[in-house]
């Protein structure tokens, strides 16, 4: 069955530093892999998603960028955080069907 | 208007009610159609597709609503562990418009 996991599951980082969360999946080969932000008050918002190994593509320009150097892999980062950046970002695969599944989830607070 | 909008609640019910949500969306065109179950400080997951003739799946009930533009979803015999927010979410049909536009949510809160 597949699995996808990410991590760090929280994390507080200070304004201006860098930050890095990853997830993976398990058991599927070639998944659309996407990046979610849920902030306080506002629905899910797309930040990147990506059809296969390099393929990048950015819903909404900002100070965050993704890479997805393997299959499974798929990498959020940023080189200087801001407040605004803090949230419940989420990370997910879909399966043919259109339904989406989801990774546990990175708290991040920028202080 | 919002592209998808549903009332945040809180919704209140005592065990074993029977309650309904409904979900409005704007873009006409729109062709899929989900409910995903959140629980506080989890990820999202699906509850349930949405399919044009209704669909029922336990004491979960959705239906769409086409002419008027939204899509409901009823849960009868509430149990304490249906309390969580309930994520409307639809897709468009063709280009940019396939993308998935989530709804802020409604609350269930189910008391004993």
């Known amino acids: 069955s597949q699995t996808i996991h990410q991590w760090p599951a929280t994390l507080v980082q200070p304004v201006g530093s860098p930050l890095s969360l990853e997830c993976t999946v398990e058991?599927?080969?070639?998944?659309?892999l996407y990046w979610y932000r849920q902030a306080a008050g506002r629905g899910l918002q797309l930040l990147f998603y990506s059809v296969g190994i390099g393929q990048i593509s950015s819903e909404v320009p900002q100070n965050l960028s993704a890479s997805r150097p393997q299959d499974r892999q798929f990498i959020l980062s940023s080189k200087k955080l801001l407040l605004s950046d803090s949230g419940f970002y989420l990370c997910a695969w879909t399966s043919g069907f259109g339904e989406l599944f989801f990774g546990e989830g990175s708290r991040l607070t920028v202080l | 208007r919002k592209e998808v909008e549903q009332d945040p609640g809180p919704f209140n019910v005592p065990e074993g009610a029977t309650v309904a949500f409904n979900c409005t969306y704007s873009n006409s065109a729109s062709q899929s159609f989900f409910w995903y179950r959140q629980d506080c400080r989890k990820e999202p997951k699906l509850l349930m597709s949405v399919y044009s003739s209704g669909n029922e799946d336990g004491r979960f009930t959705a239906q769409l609503n086409r002419a008027s533009q939204y899509i409901s979803l009823l849960i009868r015999d509430s149990k304490l562990s249906d309390s969580a927010t309930y994520l409307c979410v639809v897709r468009g049909n063709a280009g940019n418009n396939r993308k998935l536009i989530w709804g802020l949510g409604t609350s269930l809160a189910v008391n004993p």
């Open positions: 058991g599927t080969s070639n998944p659309n």
